[in-house]
Structure formats: C-alpha cells, structure tokens
C-alpha cells in the first residue's frame, strides 16, 4: 500500500460509527375489547333472558339483568358484556347456545 491509500484506510477504519438513534418512547398499544348484544326476538322470555345473562355473565346481578332484559325488549338490543375478544367469545357462545338471539360481535 502506499502512504495516502494507507492513510485513509487507517483514517476510515478508526472513524467512531454511530448507531441509529432509537426511539425515546415505545408506544404500546392494547388489544381492543368486544361488545356482547343481545337481540330481542319473539320466542325467549323475560325470565330465560334474564336468568341466561346471570348464570353466563361473571358478576351480573339480578337487579342488572333484569335492566338489561328490560332494555333487550324495549331498545331491540342491550350490550350485556365488554371485554377481551376471547371471553367475549365465549360469552357469546354460551348466551347463543341457551337460545338468545345474538348479535355478531363488534368491537368496543
């Protein structure tokens, strides 16, 4: 090698490299939660409605669902329950498998 090509080789292979600036903030975002409907319909009564949306429902009081029946029959709808997707689904499932009338799930 000659003196001005060794030179710059030296010169290029002591030069710092810098590394590209990360991000000062992670921004982190949730996963969205789902609505559960229940539709009214013509065949389900007060009581199955209700007594469904309590046994399938965690910590859905009586006094609640009765509310929600109430509104099931008099708005055409009522959102029983939100939350993550898999126990939205699950809920969901439940509620339908007991012959309520379920509308698809949405998110929130």
Known sequence: MTVV???????????????????????????????????????????????CLVKYIPGMTSDHAWKLTRQ???????????????QAELYHQQLGRAGLTMAPLETA
């Open 72 to 86: 099931v029959h008099n708005e055409g709808q009522a959102i029983v329950w939100v939350g993550p997707q898999e």
């Open 5 to 51: 090509t060794l030179a710059a080789f030296h010169a290029a292979s002591t030069s710092p490299v810098l590394a590209p600036e990360r991000a000062s903030q992670v921004t982190r975002k949730t996963y969205p939660n789902y609505k559960v409907i229940v539709l009214n319909d013509d065949f389900n009564t007060f009581d199955h409605v209700h007594d």
